[in-house]
């Protein structure tokens, strides 16, 4: 009898001259976790493949790894939301780990303690979660997006127990779509990124480190999340022509529509124009629109930042630069709340270091510095942008 309790979990394909054992584990099991070990332990394997990328992997086993963190350099790139969605679905991992007792992603994190000690290589075979995460909300059509993200947010908030039926589907399936299965259930869109693109990725990494090895391995072993083996074992019997490009190709970004990005310059055009329009027809007018302007704009932005609970400086800052910055969509009201909290409170090494602990309670987002930092980068953004539409339709109002 194989090791695994279940033998439809352990699956052989054969590549060539290779043997690839396909261990599908349950990532809140602990006796998956023995059955990775008693595997390792037990078969002469060459190598180790593990359903990892390397941010997760540096997740799992170097926990200072957010203490390298450039909270600076992630505002300014751009990267801050992406920041927050990881964290967010580290969240609701966290609240896993707390009501089962065992830490998600446990399994993977032995098979490759295992490889390590056995001398073995160990290969990380899933897609980077970030470039997963973006196909989700390339393919996803737009006017759905925000309801996705806010929801992906809102599950910080939720203090329910995970039900039995979860746990069943983590057991069977996999953990990142357990995770979106929260908030967007039996959403179809989001099943082609997160599994069957991860399943064709993962046997495209695995046949192109097959071929980079210096001599071909003859048994290797495979450990990921039960939902992965059928497909996986689907696309290794299939076969890939060009393993490289497989990968690469599913490691691409699709390009955005560039017509949202005329949405933010053609509203810059109408309230300029709006403000030339009110100052032709009086000074009071046009004053009054820039008022409005300013008010509505500035006001909402600065409400997000106090919502987050920012710095006063954030505050008083926000009013000053949502105004300015919606007339210049290269500079986002967001970054600059988010910049002047980050040198008012500089976040200290243990806000780094106990970050990822802060978040899985949702009130940690306010008492964490570097948490609430992305808060005020989050909420100011969005306070900026409804102020923004709002002045711009109380201007249109006026003079009409």
């Known amino acids: 009898m194989h090791p695994a309790e279940d033998t439809h979990l352990i699956r052989e394909v054969m590549v060539d001259d290779t043997t690839i054992v396909l261990l599908g584990t349950a990532h809140v099991s602990a006796q998956s976790v023995a059955d990775v070990r008693r595997e390792i332990d037990r078969e002469d394997y060459d190598a180790v493949a593990v359903e990892l990328c390397e941010s997760r992997y540096q997740s799992l086993t170097d926990p200072a790894a957010l203490e390298k963190l450039d909270l600076f350099q992630v505002l300014r790139s751009g990267r801050a939301g992406m920041v927050m969605a990881s964290l967010a679905l580290g969240a609701y991992q966290q609240r896993l780990a707390d009501q089962f007792d065992i830490r998600p992603g446990a399994e993977l994190e032995a098979a490759a303690r295992g490889a390590r000690r056995r001398r073995l290589p160990l290969w990380l075979i899933d897609r980077d979660i970030g470039t997963t995460l973006k196909r989700i909300y390339r393919g996803v059509p737009w006017w759905q997006r925000p309801s996705l993200f806010m929801g992906l947010f809102g599950s910080l908030f939720s203090r329910d127990e995970v039900s039995a039926a979860d746990i069943e589907k983590l057991k069977q399936g996999d953990m990142l779509e357990a995770t979106f299965s929260e908030f967007a259930a039996g959403s179809s869109t989001l099943f082609e990124p997160l599994i069957a693109e991860r399943d064709r990725y993962m046997a495209a990494c695995l046949l192109e480190s097959i071929e980079a090895a210096e001599t071909p391995p003859r048994r290797v072993l495979a450990v990921v999340g039960a939902g992965h083996l059928a497909g996986l074992e689907a696309a290794l019997n299939q076969g890939i022509t060009e393993p490289r490009q497989a990968r690469e190709s599913l490691e691409t970004i699709p ?45 909402l932005c600065a409400l997000g930042a106090a919502l987050a609970r920012g710095h006063p400086f954030t505050v008083i800052g926000s009013f000053l630069a949502a105004p300015l910055t919606s007339l210049n969509p290269t500079i986002g009201a967001g970054f600059v709340a988010a910049a002047i909290e980050l040198f008012s409170r500089r976040p200290r090494v243990e806000d780094f270091r106990g970050l990822r ?44």
């Open 255 to 299: 390009r955005p529509a560039r017509w949202p990005k005329v949405i933010p310059w053609v509203v810059v055009v109408v309230i300029l124009a709006g403000f030339a329009i009110g100052f032709s027809r009086s000074s009071d007018l046009g004053w009054q629109l820039v008022t409005d302007w300013v008010l509505i704009n500035g006001g």
């Open 357 to 400: 602990d802060a978040v899985s309670d949702w009130r940690g987002w306010w008492r964490n510095r570097v948490a609430r930092t992305l808060l005020v980068f989050l909420f100011a953004t969005i306070g900026s942008a409804v102020g923004t539409y709002l002045a711009g339709f109380r201007i249109i109002e006026q003079l009409v």
